[in-house]
Structures are given as structure tokens and as C-alpha cells.
């Protein structure tokens, strides 16, 4: 496969980025250092660009309509300028992804979905669009950068006459910020507060440069991927790939409360099902408990060293300065305070399950 | 990058320092960059004697894992026990403070690659 570029490829290259591939993209992975990265944006400002990301419009009457269709949680229920985290689940009790549902209007939306799934949602959605509602691919328009942490929104307000006290957690706003007229979210990745920026990819360098222009006294940093993924770890969200999948049910991921039984979508009669008989295996948080760390693909042991799970994210969490990790187990370890072990390389390793976020 | 003279080098991004029939063995700098934060150094094989190729230990950073090789066969003799309670110290002085065993061998040196032919290796 190619592997793309984002439009501010250079500017991450000239600050000494390590970029790697990444979903179909040579994605900025560290500037520094993992940690000093991880802790710029726990008690600072930092930025990433996840221009990588894919943005599709859905305009027109039937837009809503195929949105609840396709989507778990209940897309009626937002506003205007609101936003909506869901995912799309699949025929056969899997998710295709998950993603954020942005009301711009009563017939306007717009669906933000994983890099690594652009291509596959797009031919999902269509695929369930029988009565041709108007959608457009704009991900490769958009610059976005994700200004995320305690200083954030000071940085940005520098920037912009819009209020952002008044722009709320996964809320919206179309505005004006470093000249440029783009959607200011209030959303992350991080569980550290901050705003993403949808910005047209022209103004993509002027707007990365006037926020490190204003961040500057909070000694603002650009933050890559590596980061990123222990960020949204400690705080227990889930990743496409690792902790959901075409073969993990949104109810296994923990995910029921974007899985509204209030609306018919694709398999939601199997869903319902599968919640009013009970799941048989479910997606734990865990710390360990000796000194380790767990990754992607390491067994899960009970007491006796028998299997009842993998690990599907782990890593060492900055903050608490150990282990901890993410992983489905058999429906009786999923209680929090059971022992169970984790076999990493030729050891079984005593962890404890927990429930995220582990950093609160 | 610094890659001193004094040593010699391996493909496996390792460094060796010859003295006699014993070596001091860390990883370079450029694997310490490539691995970004050392969070953690696991060598067990103290006293072992090891082939060539052998794993001797296992270096965890935040992002990945990575197994250390032995440059050569020969006995682990002493292990770096500083790095355990700071293993960042691999990050921040591989050359020297964050150096990984030391082993006695006996065998060829010859294949070990000089500080200008690891360069070469690495493109630089």
C-alpha cells in the first residue's frame, strides 16, 4: 500500500519527528521523548496533528436517517453543534469502527472515522444507502490538530473571539481562530481537556504556527502518536484495532452505553439479544501488580495458569509509573479486584483488574 | 550521533568494548533512539554461559520491546545492576553508565564492525 502524506509532513520532519507508517500514513511518532511528550499534555498544552483521520459529510433529509441506521448510539438525540461518539456495527456482531457523529445541521453531518478505516467505512455506509443520500469523502481536505491539555483552551483563546468556555465537551462551534475559519471541538483523545481543530488544509502551517506562537508561555509542545496512545490508555478509551474489532461486540467492549436499544440499526435485534442473555467475555482494565508491561497479543492466566484472555492494549502509564493494560477475559474475571496473571515472554506476571480510567 | 572510536559494533545495534578476553556490552545510540524511553532492563543470565546470537536479556520502552544478542558466545559475568531501579540511564549515557553485561570470551573479534563501517550501516 502507498503510504500518504499529511499536509504539514515537512514541518514535522524539520522538528526532528521519527515518522512511521501508520494506518496508510507517515504519521509524526515521537519529537522527543514518549514520557516528556505524555506529560506536556497531563499538565501543559501539547498538539498533534491526526490530520489522518477521515471526515465524511452527510447532507440532505435522509441524513439522520442513514446515520441512525448505521450507527449504535442514538444520533436523534444530539443537537446542533453537538457531537457524538458511536460506532458502526457490523452484520455478524463485530464493529467496522467507531467514530464521532458531528451535527452541523438537521441535514448536515459529519462522521469522523479512523485512518485505518476510511476506505472501509466509506464502502460500508454506502453500502447500507439504499436511498442515496449525499456523502462526501473530505478527509483529505482537512487539516486536524488535536490542542489537548489543562492549558489548551487558554492557548487557543488567544486565537479566536469565539468563547470557548462556552464550547463544551463534545461540543461544537464553526468560527474564526488565527484567521481561519474552521470547527473548533470540543473533544479529545487525551482525557486531558483541549479542543481539535478541523481546519481546510491551506491554512493548516499558519494555524499551526500561531498556536505555538500562543502557546509558548505554557511551553507548548508538538506531540506525537507514542504519546497519544498512552494518554488515551491511562484513561481506558478504546482503539480500533487493538481493544475493538470486526469480531468484538460493542457490549464485550464495554461500549453499551453507545448501543441505544431505543432505534433499530444494523444488527441491533442480535445485540439486544446478546445484552438481555449476557455477554460471555468482556473487556477489563488491569494493572499489574510485579514489575512488567503488558502488550498487544500477551495471554491473560487465572490463578492456575489456565488462559481466559488476551491483552489487546498495554503499556507502561507514565503517571502511575507501571503496567496496565486492557484485555477481554472470560464474564467471570470481569469484576474489579480479581487476581489474574499476565505471561509476558516466559514469565506469568500478577495483575489486578481495575476499572479505567486508571488515571483519573 | 555519537558512535566513539574505541568500540566496536554489531548489526544488532549493539556496541562492545574489547578488553582482552572480556567485553563490556551496551546497545548504541541510535538504539536507544530508535527505542525512545527505557522503561525497563531485564537480564536473568548471569553466570550463563552463551551462543553467539543468544538472547541475554529483554529492553522494554514505553512504546516497544526489544531482545538484547549475544554479540559473541561466551559467559555473562556481570550485569549492569544499576539499570534496574534507573533504566533511563540507557537513554541518557548508553556508552558508559548505561552499559548491559560483561562477558568473558574467547573466540573471534574479527567480525565486529568498526565505528565508521556501524555508520556506514546505518546510512549516515
Known amino acids: ?360 | 550521533m555519537n558512535f566513539p572510536t574505541d568500540l566496536k559494533y554489531t548489526k544488532d545495534h549493539e556496541w562492545v568494548k574489547v578488553d582482552g578476553d572480556t567485553a563490556t556490552i551496551g546497545i548504541t545510540e541510535f538504539a536507544q533512539n530508535e527505542l525512545g524511553d527505557i522503561v525497563f532492563v531485564e537480564i536473568e543470565t548471569e553466570g550463563e554461559n552463551l551462543q553467539e546470537g543468544d538472547v541475554f536479556g529483554t529492553i522494554e520502552a514505553v512504546k516497544t520491546v526489544s531482545d538484547l544478542f549475544m554479540p559473541i558466545t561466551g559467559e555473562v559475568t556481570e550485569i549492569n545492576s544499576g539499570l534496574e531501579d534507573n533504566p533511563e540511564i540507557v537513554n541518557s549515557d548508553p556508552y558508559g553508565d548505561g552499559w548491559m553485561i560483561k562477558i568473558k570470551f574467547d573466540g573471534s573479534t574479527d567480525d565486529f564492525l568498526s565505528a565508521e563501517a556501524y555508520q556506514k550501516l546505518l546510512g549516515e
Open chain 1, 1 to 360: 500500500m502507498d503510504v500518504k502524506r499529511i499536509p504539514l509532513h515537512d514541518i514535522h520532519k524539520n522538528l526532528g519527528a521519527k515518522m512511521m507508517p501508520f494506518a496508510g500514513f507517515e504519521m509524526p511518532v515521537r519529537y522527543s521523548s514518549d514520557k516528556e511528550e505524555h506529560f506536556c499534555v497531563r499538565d501543559g498544552v501539547g498538539v498533534f496533528d491526526v490530520s489522518h483521520m477521515g471526515e465524511f459529510m452527510v447532507r440532505g433529509a435522509g441524513a439522520l436517517d442513514l446515520i441512525q441506521k448505521v450507527t449504535s448510539n442514538d444520533a436523534s438525540k444530539i443537537v446542533d453543534d453537538q457531537a457524538q461518539y458511536s460506532c458502526l456495527p457490523n452484520d455478524t456482531g463485530g464493529i467496522v469502527d467507531d467514530l464521532i457523529v458531528y451535527r452541523m445541521g438537521e441535514e448536515e453531518y459529519m462522521l469522523v472515522v479512523n485512518a485505518s478505516n476510511i476506505e472501509k467505512d466509506w464502502n460500508w455506509i454506502q453500502s447500507k444507502n439504499t436511498d442515496g443520500v449525499e456523502m462526501e469523502d473530505v478527509s483529505d481536505d482537512i487539516v486536524l490538530l488535536a490542542v489537548q491539555g489543562p492549558k489548551a483552551a487558554e492557548t487557543l483563546q488567544k486565537l479566536t473571539e469565539v468563547d470557548l468556555s462556552s464550547v463544551g465537551f463534545y461540543k461544537f462551534t464553526k468560527g474564526m481562530l488565527a484567521g481561519a475559519e474552521m470547527i473548533i471541538s470540543g473533544t479529545g483523545y487525551t482525557g486531558s481537556g483541549g479542543f481539535e481543530l478541523y481546519i481546510p488544509k491551506e491554512h493548516g502551517i499558519t494555524v499551526w504556527e500561531k498556536v505555538f506562537e500562543a502557546g509558548a508561555e505554557f511551553d507548548i509542545k508538538p506531540i506525537g502518536l507514542g504519546a497519544r496512545d498512552t494518554l488515551r490508555l491511562e484513561k481506558g478509551f478504546c482503539l480500533y484495532g487493538n481493544d475493538i474489532t470486526d469480531t468484538t461486540s460493542p457490549l464485550e467492549a464495554g461500549l453499551g452505553w453507545i448501543t441505544k436499544f431505543t432505534k433499530e440499526f444494523t444488527n441491533s435485534e442480535n445485540l439486544k439479544k446478546q445484552k438481555e442473555e449476557g455477554v460471555t467475555r468482556k473487556l477489563v482494565g488491569f494493572e499489574m501488580k510485579e514489575k512488567g508491561i503488558p502488550r498487544q497479543g500477551y495471554k491473560l492466566l487465572n490463578d492456575e495458569g489456565e488462559e481466559i484472555g488476551e491483552v489487546t492494549s498495554g503499556t507502561i502509564s507514565p503517571c502511575l509509573e507501571k503496567g496496565v493494560g486492557m484485555g477481554y477475559v472470560k464474564k467471570e474475571f470481569a469484576t474489579v479486584d480479581i487476581e489474574i496473571k499476565v505471561e509476558v515472554r516466559n514469565k506469568q506476571l500478577g495483575a489486578r483488574v481495575v476499572r479505567p480510567p486508571f488515571v483519573k
